[in-house]
């Protein structure tokens, strides 16, 4: 999924600024693909340019403050949106998680560190996890499609949180601290060159 389709979708629901479409896309769709939030201006600028969406500047309020930029979908963009809905999609899954890349290579530090990383890790996705459990109730407005998402995004996170307890667990029960020594133990993880 491309950025420039989740805006096309946020902007089905009703017109944005564009503070709007980073914050929901930030909240709202991290779980499901890595994003890349330099990405949303220069989109939205692309996708003005094709037609796809408008752009109102809004008047501050009495209070002041700088205009604002409302975005639109047009009937063309909602065209482009509707083949984009019907293509084929990629069924490959992608998780891409910083930590992740780091956990592999674990064993090269003290056990310690990891304890202390998982620790932080397990902290950070139970927060979340609480706080994706309350926004489930309120996604049931939107419609089975979101909420179902949204449910979706509370398992992986209740899974996530399992597994992080399971391998801090196993770590500490019996890993011994220290890096890895040897190429014997690197081979077992990535097999030998010849793989």
């Known amino acids: 999924m491309s950025v420039r389709y989740a805006i096309l979708g946020l902007l089905h629901y ?4 564009g503070y709007e ?4 896309i930030e909240r709202h769709f991290g779980h499901m693909w890595t994003i890349n939030y330099g990405q ?4 939205l600028k692309s996708l003005e340019s094709e037609g796809l969406i408008t752009l109102t500047h809004v008047s501050p309020s009495e209070k002041g403050g700088p205009n604002k930029k409302l975005y639109a979908v047009t009937p063309e963009g909602r065209d482009n949106f509707a083949q984009w809905l019907e293509s084929a999609e990629d069924s490959r899954m992608f998780l891409r998680d910083p930590f992740l890349m780091r956990f592999i290579f674990f064993g090269f530090g003290s056990k310690s560190q990891a304890i202390a990383t998982l620790d932080r890790q397990i902290a950070q996705y139970e927060d ?5 459990e309350q926004h489930v109730a309120r996604w049931q407005e939107r419609g089975a499609y979101v909420r179902l998402i949204a449910e979706l995004g509370v398992e992986f996170n209740g899974l996530y949180v399992q597994w992080l307890k399971r391998a801090r667990q196993e770590i500490l029960d019996g890993v011994e601290d220290g890096p890895v020594d040897g190429a014997a133990d690197r081979t077992q993880v990535f097999g030998s060159r010849e793989d």
């Open 14 to 17: 009703r017109p944005m600024h």
């Open 40 to 43: 949303i201006y220069p989109n």
């Open 21 to 24: 479409i980073k914050r929901h």
């Open 128 to 132: 979340q996890y609480r706080r994706r």
